[in-house]
């Protein structure tokens, strides 16, 4: 009220002393009480306990590949700003390994360089492991910058973090999509990549930007080119749970969930024209269980100085037909399909040769049998119709 009275500046500047002082010890009260979530565990090196910070680990895969590496006793800590992934996911995670110091999940944006070195500085971490990122090949043709700012510009981010912080063993999630449309199947590590959409192209641009940076430094470096993705944890913990406004993008797995369901009327098949067995797309489908797999044998055969590139599939082709054939018993559902022309960037047939990571890092595909990957996803998208959501 009485504002412009200079007689009351003495009093005033003696109450902002007091406040400064009120928050100084705030500050110093909260820096020395037990972190509840076991964070400031995480700030120390603990030799044998290989602490990995997952990025994107609220999402589909990272969320699986979490699970995997806590029931493997390494310290976890999740980076995700939730812009796809759920929260519900983690509190799951957090429900099953409760102990301080093997899990923690900070709330931050890739995006934001401040945020990723202040969370390097206050961490000790021995390995990344970087899903976090946009993923629809179809989304990514509208909006390609969405595309290249938090794939390619947001791992250059996490790699200066690892750089300036001395963390020198990268898992990078990357994709079946940077090789294009390649002449030749199957597809090996040396076929040529052509990416042929912005998704593709940004994941090829990080995969330069982190060899390019690997040649003039002692950093471990796993590029893992992940076909089609499905299924779900095993013991229905976890499953795939994307964005309701995503489901137009989304794969053909979420598609026919939806259509068993009810959600949408039906699925459509786009082209049935192609050189192929029955007229339909050919793609190679692996299993999240064995994905993560390749993950954790990735990261124990990293090496200082050394990059392996690998592809992660079958190896095995299977038609568009015979997956909704799968879906169909999978599901129990009587799914209408409706059969319509060829979709403009489409290519007939994608399979992997995976027998490079087969020779050097011993992995196999053990959760080949279709059906019993949509049946173990199917079981949990049933009884969490509205995601990690209440059921
Ligand atoms: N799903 C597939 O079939 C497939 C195939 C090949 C490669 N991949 C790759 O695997 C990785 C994981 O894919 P997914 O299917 O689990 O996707 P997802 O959308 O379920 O998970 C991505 C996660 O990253 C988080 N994220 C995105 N941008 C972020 C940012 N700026 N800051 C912090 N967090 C951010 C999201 O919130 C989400 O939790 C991606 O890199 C993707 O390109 C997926
Ligand atoms: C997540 O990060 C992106 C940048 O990659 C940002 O644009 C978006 O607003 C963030 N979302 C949330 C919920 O913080
Ligand atoms: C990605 O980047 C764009 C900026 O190009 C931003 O608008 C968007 O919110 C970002 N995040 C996600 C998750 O798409
Ligand atoms: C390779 O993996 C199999 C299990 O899939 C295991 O039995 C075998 O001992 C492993 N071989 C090597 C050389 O590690």
Known sequence: MDYSDSRHKPHIIGKVFIAVFLIVLCILITKKSPDPSGASLLSLHVPGATHVLVTGGAGYIGSHAVLRLLKDSYRVTVVDNLSRGNIGAIKILQALFPEPGRLQFIYADLGNARAVNKIFAENTFDAVMHFAAVAYVGESMLEPLRYYHNITANTLVVLEAMAAHGVKTLI??????TYGEPEKMAITEETPQVPINPYGKAKKMAEDIILDFSKNSDMAVMILRYFNVIGS???????????????????ISGACFDAALGIIP????????????????????????????????????????????????????????EFVEACKKATGADIKVEYLSRRPGD???????????????????HY????????????WQKSHRNGYGSP
């Open 233 to 251: 944890d095993p013991e229905g913990r976890l499953g795939e749970a994307p964005r309701p406004e995503l489901r137009e993008h989304g794969r």
């Open 347 to 365: 290519y007939a047939e994608v399979y992997s040769d995976p027998s490079k990571i087969n020779r050097e890092l011993n992995w196999t595909a």
């Open 368 to 379: 080949t049998d279709l059906e019993k990957s949509l049946s173990i996803a199917w079981r």
């Open 172 to 177: 990078y999630s990357s994709t079946c999509a």
């Open 266 to 321: 039906g699925l459509k098949v786009k082209g049935t024209d192609y050189p192929t067995r029955d007229g339909t797309c050919i793609r190679d489908y692996i299993d999240v269980t064995d994905l993560v797999d390749a993950h954790v044998k990735a990261l124990d055969k990293a090496k200082p100085r050394r990059v392996g590139i690998y592809n992660v599939g079958t190896g095995k082709g299977i038609t568009v037909k």
